[in-house]
């Protein structure tokens, strides 16, 4: 890997060769990317929910058998991956992503969704791709496609991989469980987009180490006494025990939390009760937590316990019915990017769409399970470049009335779907050339 890494430095100070055939490789994305933004209508207009992306995985690898890629699909439930060998180098991962969400789309597009499917729990509901993950698809394809083209100007091997349920963080964690790095080449890099609403179209977003917080979500069940809401001295009200559990749970961030740690504890269900007259028996709080660090998340767990144990002793509950606090064993580690991938993706990127077009971002709170990939024993490095997705005109205006874009999972989400798989296939398509370079 190092040798590699010593290469594409020479590389970034040699382009003279690669900018010859640039206008050439401009022409060829261009056709793509018309072709992209085609398939990413045809994916919006199909949007399948986690683990049921049986259409769009077979979309995926009729686009790598065209690609003339070895292609491996129903790898770990419904993720695809595509192999390309092309002499000896390196072996750079692409991933996108495939789910949508459970959403009504709202934007009043020629191509919305009208889709509906069934949840995990049985009941109908409408879906959308409100992540973007239908142009990271096109994207990915848009790139494949132009690289197959251009054979002749890298070496080494391409990985690339469709990844089911990012949206439930399952899909990485599945493929690398499968075998993702023993059955196929460890990669030397991995490289993925997610679309920013935040950014214009026509940019990119890029920071090195954390990227994505870590995601935890923890299950709080509260006891209580229940009975007549008439007679309040007779019972023990859980859902008082768990209004006080609540506001309690804002002190972990604000004042157990150093304020250097990134960390939010959100509460974002709260179910308890069938009448106005009846003392429940319990409340069931879901609550999801973010956090870049294990020693701060480690304090998050054990404070929640504290703080729910304390509010029901309180309230005067027994030892055996304190608060059931469960921690989801399905974990979404923080996304740390590769610090020197990172430069290298900065520096191929300037050169493809000029250095004011790379914006350096900030650590989010949202996650992206990219990150395992990132956190195996073959220790790859990888890197998540935000892709910017509103249309400039579109941002000015916006700014101009103090109102921000839709944000991502809005039913409004609206990308500037042409030049966002424009960008994105360009910047993929020079990255992967400036990383595999003969
Ligand atoms: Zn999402
Ligand atoms: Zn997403």
């Known amino acids: 890997m190092k040798t590699y890494k010593v290469l594409i430095l020479l590389i970034l100070f040699n382009m003279p060769a690669m900018s010859q055939s640039k206008e050439e490789i401009k022409s060829i994305i261009d056709v793509q990317a018309k072709r992209s933004y085609e398939l990413c209508t045809y994916l919006h207009q199909n949007p399948e929910l986690s683990t049921k992306e049986f259409e769009t995985a077979q979309q995926m690898a009729v686009e790598l058998k065209k690609a003339g890629m070895e292609v491996y699909p129903a790898f770990a439930g419904n993720s695809v991956v595509g192999i390309l060998k092309n002499g000896d180098g390196p072996v750079v991962m692409l991933r996108t992503d495939m789910d949508a969400l459970p959403i009504e789309e709202k934007t009043g597009f020629d191509f919305a969704s009208q889709q509906r499917s069934e949840n995990s729990n049985g009941d109908e509901v409408p879906v959308m791709h409100a992540c973007g993950h239908d142009i990271h698809m096109s994207v990915w394809a848009g790139t494949i496609h132009t690289l197959v083209a251009f054979k002749d100007q890298w070496k080494g091997t391409l990985m690339v991989i469709a990844q089911q349920a990012e949206e439930v963080s399952g899909g990485a964690g599945l493929a690398i469980d499968a075998g993702l790095f023993s059955k196929f080449p460890v990669p030397d890099y991995a490289l993925a987009y997610h679309i920013n609403p935040e950014l214009e179209s026509g940019t990119i977003g890029l920071v090195g180490g954390p990227v994505f917080a870590g995601v935890k979500t923890v299950n709080i069940t509260v006891y209580g006494k229940g009975g007549h809401g008439a007679y309040p001295e007779k019972c023990i009200d859980p859902v008082v025990i768990a209004s006080r559990i609540v506001l309690d749970l804002q002190t972990i961030v604000s004042r157990e939390i150093s304020p250097l740690d990134p960390a939010v504890v959100t509460v974002g269900s709260i179910h308890g009760g069938t009448r106005p007259n009846i003392i429940p028996d319990e409340v069931k709080m879901e609550l999801t937590l973010r956090y870049y660090s294990e020693p701060v998340i480690e304090k998050i767990i054990s404070a929640i316990k504290r703080i729910s144990n304390a509010a029901a002793r309180m309230a005067g509950m027994p030892e055996d019915k304190l608060p059931l606090v469960e921690v989801d064993p399905e974990d979404t580690p923080p996304v740390i990017n590769d610090d020197s991938l990172s430069l290298m993706v900065k520096e ?48 000015k205006k916006l700014k101009a009335e103090g109102k921000e874009p839709y944000p991502l999972h809005s039913p409004y989400l609206n990308p500037d779907y042409k030049k966002t798989i424009e960008t994105g296939i360009e910047v993929m398509v020079h990255n992967v050339l400036g990383l595999m370079k003969k």
């Open 348 to 395: 191929l990127a300037g050169q493809t769409i000029g250095e004011e077009n790379i914006l350096k971002t900030s650590p989010a709170m949202v996650g992206e399970d990219f990150g395992k990939y990132g956190l195996t024993t073959e220790d790859v490095p990888i890197c998540l470049i935000w892709l910017g997705s509103t249309a400039p005109e579109e941002m």
